[in-house]
Each structure stands twice: as C-alpha cells, then as structure tokens.
C-alpha cells in the first residue's frame, strides 16, 4: 500500500488555515484510483445497509412535520425541547445519510427510547396527548422500518410493556399508512 504515504503526506502537511490547492496537490490520479477499489472491497466485504430512499423521505417529512405539531402543542416546555431536538438530530442524519448511513438514525432511536426509559416524565401521557402520543409512534414507526434494513434493534422487556407497539410491527405500520394522505 504504497499509495498511503500520498494520504499520509496531504493529511500530515495540511495546514486549516491554507487554500484547497495546497492540500490537493498531494492527491494525483492513482491515489484517487486506489482510494476507489479499496473502497470497492470495503463495499463488497463490508456491506453497509441502504434504506429506501422512499423510507428516508417518509421519515425526514413526518419528522418536520411532528416539529411543527408540537411546537404548538399542550407540553411542558422541557419535553417540547426534547422531542424537537431528537427530531432534528434525525432530520440531521437523513441528510447526512450518504455519510454516515443508517447508524446515526438507529443510534438516535435508541437514545430517545432509552431516556423514556430513565425518564418516565417523557412517556407519560402519551396515551392522553395527541402529541406525545404521534411523536412516540413516529420513533416507533422510525426503529421499525430501520430495523428492516439494518437488523433488529434490541428491545428490553421494560421498553416493551412502556412501548407495546414495537412488539406488534404491523400496528405501526398501518397506522402511518392510514394518516398519509
């Protein structure tokens, strides 16, 4: 891998403060090559999962949308908060999808399901307020349709009881069928 001493070379001399150019310069047409096949032999050893692009595109507008409802929303200002920075962190990862594919989505779905865990002041209501309640089906919705392409997420017992909807996947996926327009 004799190419490396190239990367090694650009990445080590690179000045932040200096243009493209001075970087780019270290860079010439059989790095690139070899940058491509090994990333070609990554793709065909190491296959990452791809989510549909319809999926994403669902995922990405029901997430703007549920930030718009519950901006409006009867919550206390603490979980509003939460609720719209998790919708945003996934609104972030759909858009850097073609990065860092779909661990950033599984990963924020974990978190938010692991803090109702910890924090039941989050979940409670959710059969009371519209709101909560679309917001949690939506994160339920997003860890099953994920899950699909990337493998199950693992769900504790205690989220199942808290969570019922991910154990019965059809439940979920027919309810945000039947709001689309």
């Given at each position: 891998?004799?190419?490396?001493?190239?990367?090694?070379?650009?990445?080590?001399?690179c000045?932040?403060?200096?243009?493209?150019?001075?970087?780019?310069?270290?860079?010439?047409?059989?790095?690139?090559?070899?940058?491509?096949?090994?990333?070609?032999?990554?793709?065909?050893?190491?296959?990452?999962?791809?989510?549909?692009?319809?999926?994403?595109?669902?995922?990405?507008?029901?997430?703007?949308?549920?930030?718009?409802?519950i901006?409006?929303?009867?919550?206390?200002?603490?979980?509003?908060?939460?609720?719209?920075?998790?919708l945003?962190?996934?609104?972030?990862?759909?858009?850097?999808y073609?990065?860092?594919?779909?661990?950033?989505?599984?990963?924020?779905?974990?978190?938010?399901?692991?803090?109702?865990?910890?924090?039941?002041d989050?979940?409670?209501?959710?059969?009371?307020?519209?709101?909560?309640?679309?917001?949690?089906?939506?994160?339920?919705?997003?860890?099953?349709?994920?899950?699909?392409?990337?493998?199950?997420?693992?769900?504790?017992?205690?989220?199942?009881?808290?969570?019922?909807?991910?154990?019965?996947?059809?439940?979920?996926?027919?309810?945000?069928?039947?709001?689309?327009?």
């Amino acid at each position: 891998m004799s190419w490396t001493k190239f990367l090694e070379s650009a990445f080590s001399n690179c000045n932040l403060s200096s243009n493209w150019n001075e970087f780019i310069k270290h860079i010439n047409e059989p790095v690139l090559d070899y940058l491509h096949m090994t990333s070609g032999m990554l793709s065909t050893n190491c296959p990452q999962p791809v989510l549909p692009r319809n999926d994403l595109e669902n995922i990405f507008s029901g997430a703007k949308d549920l930030i718009e409802e519950i901006t409006i929303a009867k919550l206390p200002d603490n979980i509003k908060r939460y609720f719209i920075l998790q919708l945003r962190k996934i609104i972030a990862a759909i858009e850097e999808y073609k990065i860092t594919g779909a661990a950033e989505v599984v990963d924020i779905v974990q978190a938010t399901f692991g803090k109702a865990v910890l924090s039941n002041d989050i979940i409670d209501g959710k059969a009371t307020n519209e709101a909560m309640g679309n917001f949690w089906k939506f994160m339920a919705n997003t860890a099953l349709v994920v899950s699909t392409v990337v493998g199950l997420i693992q769900i504790a017992d205690y989220t199942k009881k808290a969570f019922p909807e991910l154990a019965s996947p059809k439940e979920i996926i027919i309810t945000s069928e039947e709001n689309k327009p």
